[in-house]
């Protein structure tokens, strides 16, 4: 029997092979296919089917890793860039992130879907509000902007064809990071 560690890297070698496999496929659930998976992650279908039973489940834990990489990715771009900096490279990291969400989305079911957004959807927000409230006190973003509003105008994300999707991805993030800016005096 394989050590924890070892399974512990299984399972995260899977995770990842799935991710990249939905990036290339710009999340495309349908070319997702479990066997190729394994294979590429250098693990059993068995091994696999032990971690996540379901499609759903290997799916669900790619959106939490994806989510975790987003959050976490805040404190290091904040000592790297001034706010507003910061918060526009989270926002490119984003788009990528709502482009494997979006398959993902479509493959869960609606109330799993529900479920795991209501369990993780904190952690962005308080991620965003981070990133926002730093902009504001160094005076790059404007005043009375919170988490939600943001959320609000990135929910254009999801309604951008997949064929037109890395042309108006940046437009709508760049219109966003426009629209934070405060307002020019006079």
Same mark, same amino acid.
């Given at each position: ?6 399974a ?21 659930i349908a070319?997702?296919?479990? #066997?190729?998976?394994?294979? @590429? ?15 759903? #489940? ?16 805040? @404190? ?5 860039h ?16 709502a482009? !494997?969400?979006r398959? !993902? ?17 904190h ?7 981070t ?16 988490a ?5 105008? &990135? ?14 991805a940046?437009?709508?993030?760049? &219109? ?11």
């Open positions: 029997m394989a050590s924890r560690s070892d512990v890297a299984n399972r995260d070698r899977i995770v990842e092979t799935a991710r990249a496999e939905l990036s290339r496929s710009n999340g495309a070319d997702l296919k479990l #066997h190729a998976v394994a294979k @590429a992650a250098g693990v059993g279908q068995g091994t696999l089917y032990r971690h996540f039973p379901t499609r759903e #489940h290997l799916l669900a834990e790619v959106y939490r890793h994806e989510l975790t990489q987003l959050v976490e990715a805040v @404190a290091p771009l904040l000592a790297e001034p706010p507003l900096a910061a918060l526009t490279a989270w926002l490119d990291r984003l788009v990528g992130y482009r !494997v969400k398959g !993902v989305m479509a493959a869960i079911e609606a109330s799993a879907w529900q479920d795991l957004y209501a369990d993780q959807h952690r962005l927000d308080e991620a965003l509000g990133l926002l409230e730093r902009g504001q006190a160094a005076g790059e973003v404007r005043e009375g902007v919170d939600a509003d943001v959320i609000l105008l &990135l929910g254009a994300l999801s309604r951008i064809p997949e064929a037109e999707w890395d042309r108006r940046i437009t709508v993030v760049a &219109l966003v990071v426009d629209g934070l800016r405060p307002p020019a005096a006079g």
